[in-house]
């Protein structure tokens, strides 16, 4: 036990020395990190099971032209008996005159330190197309590198890590260490560029209220960029028997949140997220809806008590 709290400090002073960084805007999801958390740390890929697949959808701030609206997916399996996982990634994000392809492919490593406790190291690499349509649009020419053409594609490449057993999981990454911008007019750097880096940490934890019935599952995630204040989301979720649940969360200077998460089928979880915006922006703009469909197969049916209605949902 001893070893495993300091092994718990180190990751945490790492992760918070990292914070003096900046870096990559990657879309924003409140159902950030049970299933799909591969979008934002590649070390989570593979994790899940064997073969694990996601779709999500969110749109905000209804009744406002031009309003953000993402869709993403994952495709991920494991590897060499979950030593390993290798996954896909795809988003794409509209806000306005703007759009954003990603496509991603990730890669994980594990390290059993123990018959429960892992530690994993991701790396994920792919491309940005950005593309801009202004043809509804009065403005002045444009300068800006990035809108200076119908689209442009931008390579770039990300790392991450966590630890991580049956109850527990801390993690941090960079989605967008390293890009290569085609126009040499445009520099990355720090200065809240398009592809300057942005980090990400989360942390979650399960709480036997009272055993194969309640569980609690306090969780953080953390977003940091220098030229923008940081931003924590903090959460609880509830689960009964492993039938349903549901949950809020707490995002800093933005909104707060409501969940609720069924599984309907072996393997196939549903899951629905509101949020209710509680900055000022709610007076000319109303909350966000998500909503995500996940698939997990694995070949082997883990053992649970009869009263669990799913047998492969992780715990973390």
Request: net charge positive; proline share 4%; glycine share 8%.
């Amino acid at each position: 036990m001893k070893f495993y709290m300091r092994f718990f400090w180190i990751i945490v002073f790492v992760y918070l020395n990292t914070l003096w960084v900046s870096g990559q805007q990657d879309p924003h999801f409140t159902k950030y990190m049970y299933r799909n958390q591969s979008l934002y740390n590649p070390s989570a890929t593979g994790r899940m099971g064997d073969f694990h697949s996601g779709l999500a959808y969110r749109i905000q701030w209804l009744g406002i032209d031009g309003a953000p609206s993402t869709l993403a997916g994952n495709f991920e399996k494991s590897l060499d008996k979950g030593n390993a996982g290798i996954g896909f990634n795809f988003f794409y994000d509209k806000i306005g005159f703007d759009q954003n392809l990603a496509l991603q492919i990730n890669y994980a490593y594990r390290i059993k330190l123990s018959n429960e406790s892992v530690l994993s190291f991701g790396i994920k690499g792919g491309a940005n197309l950005i593309y801009s349509d202004f043809s509804n649009a009065v403005t002045p020419e444009f300068t800006d590198p990035l809108h200076s053409r119908n689209n442009i594609w931008i390579p770039r490449m990300g790392i991450g890590l966590m630890y991580h057993n049956s109850r527990f999981f801390i993690a941090a990454s960079v989605p967008s260490l390293l890009a290569y911008i085609p126009e040499k007019s445009f520099q990355l750097n720090n200065d809240g560029g398009f592809l300057s880096h942005h980090f990400y940490g989360s942390m979650g934890y399960v709480i036997d209220l009272k055993k194969d019935i309640w569980q609690l599952k306090p969780f953080i995630f953390a977003k940091y960029h220098h030229t923008a204040p940081f931003q924590l989301d903090l959460g609880l979720q509830l689960w009964y028997k492993n039938v349903f649940s549901i949950g809020s969360s707490y995002r800093t200077g933005d909104a707060i949140a409501a969940m609720l998460e069924i599984p309907v089928w072996e393997g196939i979880n549903l899951s629905y997220a509101y949020d209710y915006t509680n900055s000022l922006f709610r007076e000319i703009g109303s909350g966000a809806h998500e909503i995500v469909i996940e698939y997990t197969w694995n070949k082997k049916k883990t053992k649970v008590p009869s009263i669990h209605k799913i047998t492969n949902l992780p715990k973390f």
